[in-house]
């Protein structure tokens, strides 16, 4: 159950960086 938090956690990190990375450009 925990994993699956943290998981979920770094994926939303990662779309949230995606997403600020390409407003960027």
Same mark, same amino acid.
């Given at each position: ?6 998981? %979920? $956690?770094?994926? %939303? ?6 997403? $600020?990375? $390409?407003?960027?450009?």
């Amino acid at each position: 159950m925990f994993r699956n938090v943290v998981v %979920g $956690l770094s994926g %939303g990190v990662d779309s949230a960086v995606a997403t $600020l990375l $390409l407003k960027r450009k």
